[in-house]
C-alpha cells in the first residue's frame, strides 16, 4: 500500500510539474511572436527635438531659482 500511495504522489508531481513546464513555455512562446509581430507592424514615432522656446525661458528660471535657493540659505544660517 505504501508503494502505491507514493506512486501516486511522484505521478501528481510529475503532472503538475509537465503541465507548468507546458503553459511556461507556451507563454514565452506565444510572447515572442507577440513582440516580432508589433516590431513588424507597428513603427515606432521619431523622438521630438527640442523646441527653440525653452531654451530662452531657461536662463532665466535658473536665475530665479538660485536667487530664491541662496535667500533660503541665508536664511537657515541666520537662525
Same mark, same amino acid.
Given at each position: &500500500?505504501?508503494? *502505491? @500511495? ?5 505521478? #501528481? &508531481? #510529475?503532472?503538475? &510539474?509537465?503541465?507548468? $513546464?507546458? $503553459? !511556461?513555455? !507556451? !507563454?514565452?512562446? #506565444?510572447? *515572442?511572436?507577440? =513582440? =516580432? @509581430? +508589433? ?25 530665479? #531659482?538660485?536667487?530664491? +535657493? ?10
Amino acid at each position: &500500500m505504501q508503494q *502505491t @500511495l507514493m506512486q501516486q504522489g511522484a505521478e #501528481l &508531481m #510529475l503532472y503538475g &510539474m509537465g503541465t507548468v $513546464f507546458v $503553459f !511556461l513555455t !507556451l !507563454l514565452v512562446v #506565444l510572447t *515572442t511572436i507577440m =513582440s =516580432s @509581430l +508589433i516590431q513588424r507592424y507597428v513603427k515606432p514615432e521619431p523622438p521630438a527635438g527640442p523646441s527653440g522656446g525653452a531654451t530662452t525661458t531657461a536662463p532665466q528660471a535658473d536665475s530665479q #531659482l538660485v536667487a530664491v +535657493i541662496a535667500a533660503a540659505i541665508k536664511q537657515h544660517r541666520a537662525r
